[in-house]
Every structure is written in C-alpha cells, then in structure tokens.
C-alpha cells in the first residue's frame, strides 16, 4: 500500500523552526522526485521546495534562504527545515512523491502565531 506520511507540524512563534518529516512506503522512494507544497486558509496549493532523484533543489522565492529540503533515501523519508518562520507560513504542509505517478500525503498543520 502506497503511503506519505507527513509530521512535525505544530504551533511555533515567529522567527521559531519546525522540521517536517515525511516517510514513504509501498513503493521506491528513491526514483521519485520529492516536492513539499503548502495550502493556506482560502488559498490555492503551492509550491514550496523540490528535491530530484539527483539532489537538485530548487525553492519558491517565499521560503528561499529561511527553508532547507533534504532527503534520506536509505530511510524513504524527506525533510523540509524551516526556519525564521512567518506568520504567512501558516498553512497545511503536504508532501508529493512524483515519477511517472504522483502521490500525495494528508497533510501536516502548521501555525505560526504569537
């Protein structure tokens, strides 16, 4: 059975950090590309960080500098670092598996408040 599983989301100050997790089963983590999306209240889906099967990264203007994706293979399990968190980082995180298919996770809340 295929599977993302997304945690770490929380409740975190400004400026504060969380690390997301996701670790996938049922198929072969490796040989697919890992992106990491966001959706906050009343808004679309969008692109936070990729990660490719090679290492190659790339981040939305919105998080680079303040986020870091990073994968462990060997652990099916793919990472995203956030630090100096926003207020307008609050939204559900969710993490996306894509080769010839596209999987996706349930999700992980995160809020940024004082």
């Known amino acids: 059975q295929v599977q993302l599983v997304e945690s770490g989301g929380g409740l975190v100050q400004p400026g504060g950090s969380l690390r997301l997790s996701c670790a996938a089963s049922?198929?072969?983590?490796?040989?697919?590309?890992m992106n990491w999306y966001r959706q906050a209240p009343g808004k679309e889906r969008e692109f936070v960080a990729r990660i490719s099967r090679s290492g190659i990264i790339r981040y939305a203007d919105s998080v680079k500098g303040r986020f870091t994706i990073s994968r462990d293979n060997a652990k099916n399990t793919g990472y995203l670092q956030m630090n100096s968190l926003k207020f307008e980082d609050t939204a559900v995180y969710y993490c996306n598996a894509v080769n010839i298919v596209d999987y996706w996770g349930q999700g992980t809340q995160v809020t940024v408040s004082s």
């Open positions: 049922g198929f072969t983590f490796s040989s697919y590309v």
